[in-house]
C-alpha cells in the first residue's frame, strides 16, 4: 500500500530518558514533515525536509533532532524527553510545491512518565 | 504572521442535517485553503481544498468556497452520515517554496447521532 507509515504507534517512556521515531513515506514526495498535537488537538509544524535538505524548523528545543538518510524517510530523535514532551507527533509528506496537499501518517503518541 | 480561526465545538447533529463549520484567516499574500478530517485514532487526511478566490472544493458530499472578500473557507455538507463524525481542521498553506507551510485551526468536533 502507498502510504505515509510510522512507528511505534505508541510510545511511553519515563522522564530523562532518549527515544527515536522513525518515518516512512513510498509516495515518491521531496519533502517530509513532523508536526507536534497536543492535547487539545493543536496541531503545530516542527520540521521540514526537502530532498534531505533541512528548510523548515520552527522554534523547537534543540533536544529535538530529525534526521533524513535520504527522501523517504524522516526520523525524529528526541533527547532527555520531560513531561511536556508528551503529544501525538505526526509525519507528513507532500510534493515540493507551495500549495501540495500533505499525507499524514497514523501518528506516534508519546506519553512520558 | 498567517492564522486560522475555527468555530468551536463539538457540534452535534442528527444524521441528516446541515452542516456549516466557519473558518475565517488572516494571510499575508494569497494562500491556499484546506479542510483537513480526522477519524479517532487515525491521521489527518485531506478533505478538499481551494488554491484560489472564489474556487470552490468539495469532495464526499462537503463543499467550501475560497471568499477573499470575507476571508472564509466555510465548510457545508447537506446531509450528515454518522460516519462524518470526525475532528476537521480548517488550514491554509504559505508558499513555502518547496514545503507547504500548513497553518492549522484548531479543529472541530463532528458528532452525529442517529
Known amino acids: 500500500d502507498t502510504a505515509v507509515s510510522q512507528t511505534p504507534k505508541y510510545l511511553v517512556t519515563q522522564m530523562g530518558n532518549d527515544k527515536s521515531i522513525k518515518c516512512e513515506q513510498n509516495?515518491?514526495?521531496?519533502?517530509m514533515y513532523w508536526y507536534k498535537q497536543d492535547s487539545k488537538k493543536f496541531l503545530k509544524i516542527m520540521f521540514s525536509y526537502n530532498n534531505k535538505e533541512l528548510i523548515i524548523n520552527e522554534t523547537v528545543p534543540n533536544r529535538f533532532s530529525p534526521k533524513s538518510p535520504d527522501k523517504a524517510h524522516l526520523n525524529l530523535h528526541i533527547n532527555s524527553l520531560e513531561l511536556g514532551d508528551s503529544a501525538v507527533y505526526f509525519c507528513?509528506?507532500?510534493?515540493?510545491?507551495?500549495?501540495?496537499?500533505?499525507?499524514f501518517g497514523n501518528g506516534t503518541r508519546l506519553t512520558v512518565t | 504572521g498567517n492564522s486560522v480561526t475555527q468555530m468551536e465545538g463539538p457540534v452535534t447533529l442528527s444524521e441528516e442535517a446541515f452542516l456549516t463549520i466557519n473558518c475565517t484567516y488572516t494571510?499575508?499574500?494569497?494562500?491556499?485553503l484546506f479542510w483537513y478530517v480526522q477519524y479517532p485514532g487515525e491521521g489527518l487526511q485531506l478533505l478538499l481544498k481551494a488554491t484560489k478566490a472564489d474556487d470552490k472544493g468539495s469532495n464526499k458530499g462537503f463543499e467550501a468556497t475560497y471568499r477573499k472578500e470575507t476571508t472564509s473557507f466555510h465548510l457545508e455538507k447537506g446531509s450528515v452520515q454518522v460516519s462524518d463524525s470526525a475532528v476537521y481542521f480548517c488550514?491554509?498553506?504559505?508558499?513555502?517554496?518547496?514545503?507547504?507551510?500548513?497553518?492549522f485551526g484548531t479543529g472541530t468536533r463532528l458528532q452525529v447521532t442517529l
Open positions: 509516495l515518491g514526495h521531496d519533502t
Open positions: 488550514a491554509l498553506s504559505e508558499d513555502g517554496g518547496t514545503a507547504s507551510k500548513l497553518t
Open positions: 494571510a499575508t499574500g494569497y494562500p491556499s
Open positions: 507528513a509528506s507532500s510534493h515540493g510545491q507551495g500549495n501540495s496537499p500533505l499525507h
